[in-house]
């Protein structure tokens, strides 16, 4: 009890996470106003590179007899966004930020677990 106690008031009072955390606010909003969620390309022609991976983390289970697999995978895909751009030194020199997944356009990729 005591403990979480003293750890809130750290937080007060380092200004500069408080300052990092306003800045880091600003910049998610003035990028999401008037976003809307059409594909993220210069002219309607163009088009969008989507890099795909699958990264094996384990597999789980083998069951020779079916032919099934098991497996424990993370996709990540990577596609450059033309709206989600700024000015660093506009931003305290923020280089990468963390945007919530369903407020951008995201790429409409499934993988069929079959
Ligand atoms: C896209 O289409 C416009 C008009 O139809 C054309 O002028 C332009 O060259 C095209 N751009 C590309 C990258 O194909
Ligand atoms: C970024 O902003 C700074 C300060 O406002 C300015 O000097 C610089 O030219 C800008 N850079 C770009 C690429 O717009």
Redesign the pocket.
């Given at each position: 009890m005591r403990h979480g106690f003293y750890f809130l008031f750290f937080l007060l009072w380092d200004g500069r996470l408080l300052e990092g955390s306003n800045v880091e606010r600003q910049l998610m909003k003035d990028l999401l106003t008037n976003y809307n969620k059409v594909l993220p390309v210069e002219?309607?022609?163009?088009s969008l590179v989507v890099s795909f991976r699958l990264i094996l983390f384990r597999i789980i289970e083998l069951d020779e007899r079916n032919q099934a697999l098991v497996t424990n995978v993370e996709v990540v895909q990577q596609w450059n966004d033309i709206r989600l751009k700024w000015n660093a030194s506009d931003y305290g020199g923020i280089q990468q930020t963390m945007i919530p997944y369903d407020s951008i356009w995201t790429p409409d990729i499934i993988l069929y677990n079959r």
């Open positions: 002219t309607p022609n163009t």
